[in-house]
């Protein structure tokens, strides 16, 4: 009986060593400055936990119609639900993993009543008739001599925290999607203002061209011309209107609605974008949930080789169980009708035809492709960060020289129909210089779409604020 005390003592200090343990490898570090910004403070990625991303870091835009689309996104998106639904599965693996570390206890009952035939020396055949009424319960206990359900414990909650970080990111991205889809509607809208102005300059155009061909001035071709001109910019009317609907269409599905229940008032100008400072921390980077995310499943898939390593060596189990056995159900429970029994198996396998060391192997190369993703996603990182940080500044740029170009096509077109009222120049030089303002016009919505858009995947790239 001493023997089988001393067996949990020896198991608890076995079990404090868990031998199987591997180490995964330290997360990579940050360059010390991104080639396309200022200086950048040296800081090293995120260690398996990724910081909390700013809850309204849309509101650096402020604009309070996409304040309160973005209100409704994280309520109504169907897919952040569906993710959601995955970090509560993997909570519950930890439960579980967790309660492999305890006894297991069953109670039971069971009665029968049985026949049986004998016969003695006589040849007489004899019936007997037996009853049996027992009330038991069975305790097991297997102790983690090796690690292997400490490291099971252990990559479940590598595995629960990533699902935490994808579902952080799902929401990352959708909210970064809204902005992006946003933006596409009050672009299409600027550019359906200007094209609607457009299509009337090219009307009043068309009249004045069939009046002047009328008056023997002016050739059928510029009569052509001009209608060319109106029915293109109609077209690109009508198709405008689509690319506005069809936006408007796509907010409302990631809002969760049916696209006939949103509707977005008009705006008459677009979101001013916020200016990055010069310094920025690539400690930001330590917000990015993607990062967190794959580094967490390099714990896991480094736990896992603990589990497998662990299949190497012996189990040892602890077995008890006792209750009481009688004939009736009267006075089952006494004394005289109980019954135990305690005891200890080990197990250990002997030949499995090389099963262990191809689960160890298949254990270390998920290790290593789990590593690599993790890197491949901080250099992936890296990139959209400086990717985002060259195209933003280039189109501030961009957009101070193309609203310049607007202001010189305005002020040409003023001239130019200064002179045309004088009669020193045809109608004609008023249309080129109405055509290049409006292209002008259009080429600086685009860019301050580009711009605008820019910005926001830059917010996302640092997974929110840059303060």
Not at 217 to 229: F, G, I, K, R
Request: aromatic share 6%.
């Amino acid at each position: 009986m001493k023997q089988f005390c001393l067996l949990p003592l020896l198991a608890a200090l076995l079990g404090g060593c868990a031998i199987t343990h591997v180490d995964p490898p330290k997360p990579a570090a940050a360059p010390v400055q991104f080639k396309e910004a200022g200086l950048w403070q040296r800081a090293q990625a995120a260690q398996g936990t990724a910081e909390a991303v700013p809850d309204d870091w849309w509101t650096l835009f402020n604009d309070p119609v996409l304040n309160e689309l973005q209100a409704k996104l994280l309520v109504g998106n169907e897919n952040l639900k569906s993710v959601a639904t995955q970090v509560a599965n993997a909570r519950a693996l930890i439960s579980a993993a967790d309660s492999a570390l305890l006894p297991q206890l069953s109670i039971g009952g069971s009665g029968t009543r049985s026949k049986a035939s004998s016969s003695g020396n006589s040849n007489v055949v004899q019936s007997n008739i037996n009853n049996s009424v027992s009330l038991n319960a069975n305790a097991s206990w297997e102790l983690d001599l090796w690690g292997r359900l400490s490291e099971g414990i252990s990559q479940a909650q590598a595995n629960y925290q990533a699902s935490k970080d994808d579902l952080a990111a799902a929401r990352l991205s959708a909210q970064a999607l809204l902005v992006q889809t946003y933006f596409t509607l009050r672009t299409a809208e600027l550019q359906g203002d200007l094209l609607v102005r457009t299509a009337a300059f090219y009307q009043r155009s068309l009249d004045l061209t069939q009046a002047r061909y009328q008056g023997g001035v002016a050739a059928q071709s510029d009569v052509l011309q001009a209608s060319t001109q109106l029915t293109s910019a109609q077209a690109q009317v009508a198709d405008n209107a689509a690319q506005r609907a069809q936006a408007e269409h796509a907010l409302a599905v990631l809002l969760g609605l049916p696209p006939s229940s949103l509707d977005v008032a008009p705006q008459a100008a677009l979101p001013v974008p916020p200016v990055a400072p010069e310094l920025l921390p690539s400690t930001l980077l330590e917000r990015r949930p993607d990062i967190a995310a794959a580094q967490a499943r390099v714990q896991a898939a480094y736990a896992q080789i603990g589990i497998a390593d662990a299949a190497y060596f012996p189990s040892l189990t602890l077995t008890g169980s006792g209750g009481y056995r009688n004939s009736t159900l009267t006075n089952l429970i006494d004394a005289p009708h109980l019954f135990w029994s305690i005891g200890a198996s080990l197990a250990e396998t002997v030949l499995d035809g090389g099963q262990r060391k191809l689960a160890s192997a298949q254990a270390r190369n998920a290790a290593d492709a789990a590593t690599s993703t993790y890197r491949q996603t901080v250099l992936t990182a890296f990139q959209e960060v400086e990717d985002n940080l060259v195209a933003a500044r280039q189109l501030a740029i961009q957009a101070d020289l193309q609203a310049q170009a607007v202001d010189a096509a305005r002020r040409n077109l003023d001239i130019v129909q200064d002179q045309y009222r004088a009669g020193t120049v045809g109608y004609l030089n008023v249309v080129v210089a109405e055509t290049a303002l409006l292209q002008a016009e259009s080429s600086l919505i685009g860019v301050k779409d580009r711009q605008l858009v820019a910005v926001g995947l830059l917010l996302k790239n640092i997974a929110g604020r840059w303060n």
